[in-house]
């Protein structure tokens, strides 16, 4: 079964820069799984952040970017914000219409 | 506005069934394919089913699979999750999310909860 991994929390100075990571369980994580990644704050929908590894969603601050780092997927906050404090999540596209998301990740912004 | 509004959660017993219906507005909802993700109380999010815009094409969660029965009616502009024999495991808020560029999910309905409880 394949198992999609994120950090279960990370903290981050206001200001300062994270990189949150999206890994497989086995194997790499490549732009053929065309990782994307959402933010989602309590009580809320998730909301688009970046698809297709590093593309920005429609009114996505530049301060999010998304990679590829070694073998994982991995999104950035350049000059992080305290309310950019929320629970990110990655998913990757497995083929045959099918995802799998990763646990996600809890940001402190503190 | 592009829009999704879940509806049909609610409150019921284990192994009963429970139907949610999706209500797209604002976009050409026969040109999308859709996903339900659900979350359970505390935990992250999980991928359910996918239907292809036209229908035709449909898969399901391993955790779903024979239980749940993802469909769509394009001339309705809705999108349904049919759900029989309900487990407590099945207790989540559903979110439909509209299929975008780059196999992502780039609208998200507010979602609708559903509790499997005795």
């Known amino acids: 079964q394949t198992v999609v991994t994120q950090e279960p929390s990370f903290s981050v100075s206001p200001g300062g820069t994270v990189t949150l990571t999206c890994g497989l369980s086995s194997g790499s994580v490549s732009t053929s799984y065309y990782p994307s990644w959402y933010q989602q704050t309590p009580g809320q929908s998730p909301r688009t952040l970046i698809y297709s590894t590093n593309t920005r969603s429609s009114g996505v601050p530049d301060r999010f970017s998304g990679s590829i780092l070694g073998n994982k997927a991995a999104l950035t906050i350049t000059g992080a914000q305290a309310d950019d404090e929320s629970d990110y999540y990655c998913?990757?596209?497995?083929?045959?219409?099918?995802?799998?998301f990763g646990g996600g990740t809890k940001l402190t912004v503190l | 506005q592009v829009q999704l509004v879940e509806s049909g959660g609610g409150l019921v017993k284990p192994g009963g069934s429970l139907r949610l219906s999706c209500a797209a507005s604002?976009?050409?909802?026969?040109?999308?394919?859709m996903s339900w993700i659900r979350q359970a109380p505390g935990k992250g999010l999980e991928w359910v089913s996918y239907?292809?815009?036209?229908?035709?094409?449909?898969y399901y969660a391993d955790s779903v699979k024979g239980r749940f029965t993802i469909s769509r009616d394009n001339a309705k502009n809705s999108l349904y999750l049919q759900m029989n024999s309900l487990r407590a495991e099945d207790t989540a808020v559903y979110y439909c999310?509209?299929?975008?560029?780059?196999?992502?999910?780039?609208?998200w309905g507010q979602g609708t909860t559903v509790t499997v409880s005795s």
């Open positions: 999310a509209r299929g975008g560029v780059g196999y992502s999910m780039d609208v």
């Open positions: 998913v990757l596209y497995m083929g045959s219409g099918i995802w799998v």
């Open positions: 239907i292809s815009s036209s229908g035709n094409t449909i």
């Open positions: 604002g976009f050409t909802f026969s040109d999308y394919y």
